[in-house]
């Protein structure tokens, strides 16, 4: 804060006091605001009497932190920003692209493809189940939920925070439909994706004439009450135990997963009996989903209706002078990004094998939301790399066991993802408040294709 | 006084006709009975003093507010008639083919120059794009109309002299050339009615005349009746070829620029009274206009004397 306000040139002699004065004064509040969270801690003994630990070691790290933390920003890094800033405004001419950036997406394409594969080879099939499934399948998912919220949110600019809600009506479509009636994962893939696309129309068409704060709010209620139906009408969703044994997706049923049927996959190749096939099964029908997500986006794009999208974005009463029917605009974009929810639920289903009104929470629209703000609004490959990030980061604090050696054995580091999100969010939003991604590449041109900075962008009002 | 029906129509060359419109926004009565029409390839002005309702009257014609009271018909040159005060606004742009520029510049900032003029085309590329799905699968006709646009679009540029910023951001232009963009856009959209608010606001002296000469091209190249609100007198008096001065919410003149100019009511209302003269002078302007009306009482009666 004051860092930003201070000019770059002072005497670094000045500097440094002001600094010192800086960390000093980060110190105070930290104590002042720590003092009766970590100083002081209520538990109860094996009586059930309440007694006060004082942990003023803890309190002591912490205010450590703040203060040294603070003085290292006040000192070192707020003057490192500005002069790069200073630096980055002095130089105006456009970066050529390099061949490695212009040919990002199908080197990442590349190497996605060839991933399961080598971490078979690499660590065994037993083992690389972790790999391909809790990172590669896990951010995949939210790479194709963050990607349709992306429509929604990042080029038609309405604040949807119910898009969990497609998410589950794509799973539990899924999910009964292959129970109740046996259909097949590929006959009910776009069927999910159809029926989520139908109820995005259906909460469209009264909640798109609210604009900004109010679809908000709406879109959030919207997503609740799904949940709450998912919980309540238990005679077809079985409430809060949720529905379990939902059929595995098959080879366009040729060959199949499940362990007794006749054409199980790797009874027909006469390989030892894993579930690391099915995953990396699961890894490419999530890949090419993507994939097809990527591409119908980037087409769309590029299309009349997804100009439409993005100047609804930029001003809707614009748009209206200029004889776009702004409702069924949005409608589109609702449904589109409701659709590719929906598939995304179906392909959920068909993984976990049991799903419950728990995995469709607000928590979850939270972060895929994050994920596309954080990429920034609009950019395909700034949202992919956020989703890594993110839910990647998370996945990989299971793994760092040695924290607890560091903060004491009943230290779980999983537990410490949401602070762990908040400081990215703040980082991020801090150093690039238009997210990863900051540039729109304009869908036309005349001479050149010149990206445009989102100084100009909005983030549209609804 | 009733009518039929019939005789409501518009006559082949009047395009717009604004017949007893009244706005009220709460008690704020912002027009007030007002009637007047335009006429088919001229370029009608509107003017008046500050808050005397000119947007109120565009945003009416354009459907951005409902009036109140009263009836704005519209006729396309192929005899096609519109009751523009029941429609919705973005279906009087796309059929009844009335555009619209804004008083405070809405261009879609983020997006290029070129895109902001390929937006206005959105309705013709939607249906050449069988609306998005023969488009997505790479349909021909669709490749084909899209280049067309960009021809189209780049035609407007040309006429705007903005070529060369075709792939920069529209919200990185000066004002004047927002203001000449925000007209190409709302020509992309191809319409037989433009209505202009305050197109010359802040240009300088030789932008103000470019303007004037866009203005006239528009005209008569491309067929188009012209509406526009203007402060500007030196615009007004130069292009405009029927002139509609309002105060507060009312029409108090109506006539050629000529005419208007020399109306005593309009130079006590516009041109220029200090305030504290303003009851002298109106004391002054009523005397005035009674001999006026007296005079042409007893002489012959004109027919379009109000
Ligand atoms: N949406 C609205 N709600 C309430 N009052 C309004 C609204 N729009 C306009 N008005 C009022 O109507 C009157 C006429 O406003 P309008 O904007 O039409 O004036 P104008 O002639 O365009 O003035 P200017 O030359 O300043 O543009 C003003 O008193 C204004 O405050
Ligand atoms: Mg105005």
Redesign the interface.
Known sequence: MTAAAQPPRIPSDDRLKWALREALFAGLISFGMFVLYVGLETTQNIRNQLVLNQRWGLLAILVAIAVVGRFLIVYFIGPWFAARKAAKAAKTEVPTQSLLRRNIGWIALLALLVFPMAMVWLVGPQKSLKWVDNYGVQILIYVMLAWGLNIVVGLAGLLDLGYVAFYAVGAYSYALLSLYFGLSFWTLLPLAGILAAFWGIILGFPVLRLRGDYLAVVTLAFGEIIRLVLINWTDVTQGTFGVSGVPKASIFGIWSFEVGADNNFAKAFGLRQSSAYYKIFLFYVILAMCAVTAV?TI??RN???G??W??L???E??????????VTTKL?AFSIGAMFGGFAGAFFAARQGFISPESFTFHESAIILAVVVLGGMGSLFGIAVAAIVMIGGTELLREMHFLKTIFGPDFTPELYRMLIFGLAMVIVMVLKPRGLVSV?N?????????A???????EGHG | MTQHPEERRLSGDEVLRVEHMTMRFGGLIAINDLSFSAKRGEITALIGPNGAGKTTVFNCVTGFYKPTMGRILMRRSNGEEFNLERMSDFEINRDAKVSRTFQNIRLFTGLTVLENLLVAQHNALMKSSGFTVLGLLGWRPYKDAAKEAIEKARYWLEMINLVHRADDPAGDLPYGEQRRLEIARAMCTGPEFLCLDEPAAGLNPRESLELNTLLRSIREKHDVSLLLIEHDMSVVMQISDHVVVLEYGAKISDGTPKHVQNDPRVIAAYLGVEDDEVDEVLEEIEEVAEEVSHEHEAGQPTGDAR
Do not use: Q
């Open positions: 119908v087409r769309l299309m009349p209706i100009r439409a993005e100047a974005r930029e001003d009463i614009a748009c209206r002078s200029l004889g776009i029917n702004t589109t729109r304009p869908t036309a041109f005349l001479h050149e294709r010149k445009v900075s989102s100084a100009f962008t909005k």
